[in-house]
């Protein structure tokens, strides 16, 4: 079955950039969405369509994508953005998929 | 205000059966997909199963075909998940989350607050 793969976690210090890397086969032609989730809550969508922001998320979110990879990018990232953050894409047959989740450390 | 409310978790005993129900309320129901998601405790999300806007299209996790079956009722404005053959590995807090047309398209847009499910003799 189609798989994602994030890194287990990535830790920075406040106002450092943070990448969270995505990495599955079908991305070149599937778009990639990311969620961050906090503790205790329901996620909350901060990228959809590889790299637009909806409404409401901040400027220092942005999402990249290339070839098999993805990629979510925390310019100077706060300590409020510490959170798990997931990939989703769907597989060729439309089956939605999550990457693994990606602890991200502040401090 | 755009809301949706699961309901039906529980204890059950593996082999059990289950059913979910997710009350949408603020929007137009029957213009959506829907879809079904599930975090094992102290897990990664894990994408379940989805049902197109008139309930005509379905599709699954292989991990749940044959077990779950996901449905909605338009004029209840109601998704629901009947889950059967519950195993232990089923154990999870199950979301369910609206898939946005127009604004954000083909992602989840609105989550609800999620129902427990533990299966466990």
Redesign the interface.
């Known amino acids: 079955?189609y798989e994602l793969t994030q890194p287990p976690s990535v830790s920075v210090s406040p106002g450092q950039t943070a990448r969270i890397t995505c990495s599955g086969d079908a991305l070149p032609k599937k778009?990639a969405?990311w969620?961050q989730?906090k503790s205790g809550q329901?996620?909350v969508?901060v990228i959809?369509?590889d790299s637009?922001r909806?409404?409401g998320i901040p400027e220092r979110f942005s999402g990249s994508s290339s070839g098999t990879m993805a990629t979510l990018t925390i310019s100077g990232a706060q300590v409020e953005d510490e959170a798990?953050y997931?990939c989703?894409s769907t597989d060729s047959?439309?089956?939605?998929?999550?990457?693994?989740?990606t602890k991200l450390t502040v401090l | 205000e755009v809301q949706l409310v699961e309901s039906g978790g529980g204890l059950v005993q593996p082999g059990g059966s289950l059913r979910l129900s997710c009350a949408a309320s603020g929007f137009t129901f029957s213009s959506y997909w829907m879809?079904w998601?599930r975090q094992a405790p102290g897990k990664?999300?894990?994408?379940v199963s989805?049902i197109n806007s008139d309930g005509s299209s379905t599709?699954?996790?292989?991990s749940v075909k044959g077990r779950f079956t996901i449905s909605r009722d338009n004029a209840k404005n109601t998704l629901y998940l009947q889950m059967n053959s519950l195993r232990a590995e089923d154990t999870a807090v199950y979301?369910c989350a609206r898939e946005d047309i127009v604004?954000?398209?083909?992602?989840?847009?609105y989550?609800?607050?999620?129902t427990l499910v533990t299966v466990s003799s």
């Open positions: 079955s778009y969405y969620y989730q329901a996620p969508l959809y369509e637009k909806p409404s798990d997931y989703y047959s439309g089956k939605g998929v999550f990457g693994g989740g | 879809h998601v990664g999300l894990v994408w989805r599709s699954y996790a292989d979301y604004v954000v398209p083909a992602a989840f847009d989550w609800g607050q999620g």
